[in-house]
């Protein structure tokens, strides 16, 4: 049996949660610019923003691009299907953005049940 598209129901929409690692060389600009580019896309594809976190600083697992450390950030963020598409289409456009993964969180999120709080979606600068 297929499964029914979420967007033909008015209203609801998928929880999904997105985490990028930036080169550890972007400059703060830079990180902002790809923040406030991702919320853009979002934003324009209908979705909403639910949290969004700069983990700063980390470790990665194995070297990408010939560096051992990247700069994490988590989105949370409701949204369509098509959505995802499009933010990793730009995602990929970036060159500070090394690495992205997104994963459904839920598949029937409903905009209304949902309160965001300020504090969540504001971002933060990177600690020096």
Known sequence: MAEISMRDEPGTQREYETIFILRPDTNQEGITHVNSKVRQVIES????????????????????????????????????????????????MIDSVVRYQTVVLDKDASLEDVNVDPEEVKFRPMDS
């Open 45 to 92: 594809m209908g979705g909403k923003t639910l949290k969004l976190d700069n983990w700063g600083k980390r470790k990665l697992a194995y070297p990408i691009q010939k560096s051992n450390r990247g700069i994490f950030v988590y989105l949370k963020y409701l949204g369509y299907n098509d959505l995802v598409a499009e933010l990793e289409r730009h995602l990929r």
